[in-house]
């Protein structure tokens, strides 16, 4: 069982960059797909970006195209999410998720994964 700690969250003005990173532990990290998922105030987890076991293929929402890069080290049992260009609705909790199940790869639906980290508040102002 693999358990996940986020880290890189803060406050920063709009257009600018922030580097969420996600730290495994406990499991055979290259195993699994991982995503990033956020959460904002009073709405439902939402899907971010996603990237496959060996980080050939990635997958992202519509709204971070080409501002976001969803990135992996295996041999550092990490995941990271580079956000550039950031926008004020990119506010929220950013968590990491990873799961195993077979055919289900970058999916999209937060009932797919099944860890999680604790995640990290991202605050965009303006």
């Known amino acids: 069982q693999v358990q996940l700690a986020e880290s890189g969250g803060g406050l920063v003005q709009a257009g600018g960059s922030l580097r969420l990173s996600c730290v495994a532990s406990?499991?055979?990290?290259?195993?699994?797909?991982m995503a990033w998922f956020r959460q904002a105030p009073g709405k439902e987890r939402e899907f971010v970006a996603s990237?496959?076991?060996?980080?050939?293929?990635?997958y992202y929402v519509d709204s971070v195209r080409g501002r976001f890069t969803i990135s992996r080290d295996n041999s550092k049992n990490a995941v990271s999410l580079q956000m550039n260009s950031l926008k004020l609705q990119d506010t929220a909790v950013y968590y990491c998720?990873?799961?195993?199940?077979?055919?289900?790869?970058?999916?999209?639906?937060?009932?797919?994964?099944?860890?999680w980290g604790q995640g990290t508040q991202v605050t965009v102002s303006s």
């Open positions: 998720g990873a799961h195993t199940r077979l055919g289900l790869g970058h999916s999209t639906d937060s009932r797919t994964y099944a860890y």
């Open positions: 406990g499991g055979a990290f290259s195993r699994y797909y």
């Open positions: 990237i496959n076991q060996g980080g050939e293929a990635t």
